[in-house]
């Protein structure tokens, strides 16, 4: 199906909420060493509050996979989401203390995970997955550039001290208010009855491939695991890391970093939007792997360009990875009606962010560098077991007969 004048307006409105939803839970990422200089907070209560955002996005999800709203209808839980989004940035504003900052990231993680349901359901309603995957490229560019874009407002704020803990929900909060219209604009087409899917089976015969299976659904699960938790080990230590690990002193500089990792993957999904699914994951699992090892390497080293590189790698992975889970994930779930999958695929990710917290305790016990060094040799093994698995069974999808 190509997009008409209409569907498009309609996905443009959609990517403007989620990449706003997106935007809140980036923003106050170069804030964490402000905190800590003001509040005295430690490294597992910093991991707390980035965790709270992912606990909110959780709960969100699991809800929304068993509330069942009319296609009809879809617009109200994206006001809902875009409201607590809202409400969220106000908090913050104000936040002097760890109690009103975890309340506040909490609601932004649940208005995140409502955005995050309801807006792929939408695009997957409106554009036809089995023939294109505009659904997929539209939600993760718009999550991706939304996470890579606030540690670089924020950061340049902070470097500037122009009103450092305000003035980036201000930001947000204009942003919020222009989805809220823009989706108000959209709303008939947003609102639109699905359309039956047509002949899926066709389109498979002619590119020679199996049907994809629940089975795919739980590699996509298993790779977008380990690609958010080494994404949210950035985000959530990483000005830490650089810092006291790296001797990196200036927070410009680690936010540029963060979003060139963010940046870096939106571009490669640009690169792999005609490639094959499959072989857009198959690459992502294996860059992931050698970007953990190079960072590995760059502990040993105490070498910042070393692990440039691997951030630079990892964020490659991340783009390769979620266009490719988000595309196989979309079939299977309009071929058999079955959009909780997509949930399903987010809130593994989002258990994914929890993974740091390991290293946050470890930082707060053992001495930093040996810390993220048995991190990163965990994370290695669970990346080499996730890349052969992605081999095997994309080899099986390519060798399978017609059917």
């Given at each position: 199906?190509?997009?008409?004048?209409?569907?498009?307006?309609?996905?443009?409105?959609?990517?403007?909420?989620?990449?706003?939803?997106?935007?809140?839970?980036?923003?106050?990422?170069?804030?964490?060493?402000?905190?800590?200089?003001?509040y005295?907070?430690?490294?597992?209560?910093i991991?707390?509050?980035?965790?709270?955002?992912?606990?909110?996005?959780?709960?969100?999800?699991?809800?929304?996979?068993?509330?069942?709203?009319?296609?009809?209808?879809?617009?109200?839980?994206?006001?809902?989401?875009?409201?607590?989004?809202?409400?969220?940035?106000?908090?913050?504003?104000?936040?002097?203390?760890?109690?009103?900052?975890?309340?506040?990231r909490?609601?932004?993680?649940?208005?995140?995970?409502?955005?995050?349901?309801?807006?792929?359901?939408?695009?997957?309603?409106?554009?036809a997955?089995?023939?294109?995957?505009?659904?997929?490229?539209?939600?993760?560019a718009?999550?991706?550039?939304?996470?890579?874009?606030g540690?670089?407002?924020?950061?340049?704020?902070v470097?500037?001290?122009?009103?450092?803990?305000?003035?980036?929900?201000?930001?947000?909060?204009?942003?919020?208010?222009?989805?809220?219209?823009?989706?108000?604009?959209?709303?008939?087409?947003?609102?639109?009855?699905?359309q039956?899917?047509?002949?899926?089976?066709?389109?498979?015969?002619?590119?020679?491939?199996?049907?994809?299976?629940l089975?795919?659904?739980?590699?996509?699960?298993?790779?977008?695991?380990?690609?958010w938790?080494?994404?949210?080990?950035?985000?959530?230590?990483?000005?830490?890391?650089a810092?006291?690990?790296?001797?990196?002193?200036?927070?410009?500089?680690?936010?540029?970093?963060?979003s060139?990792?963010?940046?870096?993957?939106?571009?490669?999904?640009?690169?792999?939007?005609?490639?094959?699914?499959?072989?857009?994951l198959?690459?992502?699992?294996?860059?992931?792997?050698?970007?953990?090892?190079?960072?590995?390497?760059?502990?040993q080293?105490?070498?910042?360009?070393?692990?440039?590189?691997?951030?630079?790698?990892?964020?490659?992975?991340?783009?390769?990875?979620l266009?490719?889970?988000?595309?196989?994930?979309?079939?299977?779930?309009?071929?058999?009606?079955?959009?909780?999958?997509?949930?399903?695929?987010?809130?593994?990710?989002?258990?994914?962010?929890?993974?740091?917290?390991?290293?946050?305790?470890?930082?707060?016990?053992?001495?930093?560098?040996?810390?993220?060094?048995?991190?990163?040799?965990?994370?290695?093994?669970?990346?080499?077991?996730?890349a052969?698995?992605?081999?095997?069974?994309?080899?099986?999808?390519?060798?399978?007969?017609?059917?």
């Open positions: 199906m190509i997009p008409t004048t209409k569907s498009s307006q309609a996905g443009l409105a959609l990517a403007l909420a989620f990449f706003s939803g997106m935007l809140s839970s980036s923003l106050p990422t170069p804030l964490y060493p402000v905190y800590v200089s003001l005295r907070f430690s490294a597992s209560q991991m707390a509050v980035f965790g709270v955002y992912a606990a909110g996005v959780l709960l969100a999800l699991l809800f929304t996979a068993k509330v069942n709203v009319r296609p009809e209808a879809y617009t109200r839980p994206v006001y809902t989401g875009l409201g607590c989004v809202l409400i969220s940035s106000l908090l913050m504003m104000f936040a002097d203390n760890i109690t009103l900052l975890l309340i506040a909490l609601i932004t993680g649940l208005g995140s995970g409502i955005l995050m349901a309801y807006i792929n359901r939408s695009l997957i309603k409106i554009f997955t089995e023939v294109s995957n505009h659904a997929a490229l539209i939600a993760s718009a999550l991706i550039l939304g996470q890579a874009i540690p670089f407002i924020t950061g340049n704020i470097q500037h001290n122009f009103y450092s803990l305000k003035a980036p929900f201000i930001i947000l909060l204009v942003l919020v208010l222009l989805s809220l219209f823009a989706i108000w604009r959209c709303r008939e087409w947003v609102n639109k009855p699905i039956p899917v047509a002949e899926p089976q066709q389109n498979l015969t002619l590119h020679r491939h199996r049907p994809l299976t089975r795919d659904v739980y590699l996509c699960c298993m790779a977008i695991f380990l690609s938790a080494m994404a949210s080990t950035l985000m959530s230590q990483g000005p830490t890391l810092h006291n690990g790296y001797a990196i002193g200036s927070v410009q500089i680690v936010s540029y970093c963060l060139l990792f963010l940046l870096t993957a939106g571009i490669t999904q640009w690169l792999m939007r005609k490639r094959h699914h499959y072989s857009s198959k690459i992502g699992v294996s860059t992931q792997l050698a970007a953990i090892l190079l960072a590995l390497v760059s502990v080293l105490i070498s910042p360009a070393l692990v440039l590189v691997a951030v630079i790698a990892e964020g490659f992975a991340y783009g390769a990875i266009v490719g889970a988000a595309t196989i994930v979309n079939q299977v779930a309009r071929q058999k009606q079955r959009t909780h999958l997509i949930n399903l695929l987010y809130i593994t990710g989002y258990v994914g962010n929890w993974l740091p917290f390991a290293l946050s305790i470890m930082m707060d016990h053992y001495p930093l560098l040996k810390a993220l060094s048995d991190y990163l040799i965990v994370c290695s093994l669970l990346a080499f077991c996730i052969l698995a992605a081999q095997v069974s994309g080899r099986k999808l390519y060798q399978s007969p017609m059917v």
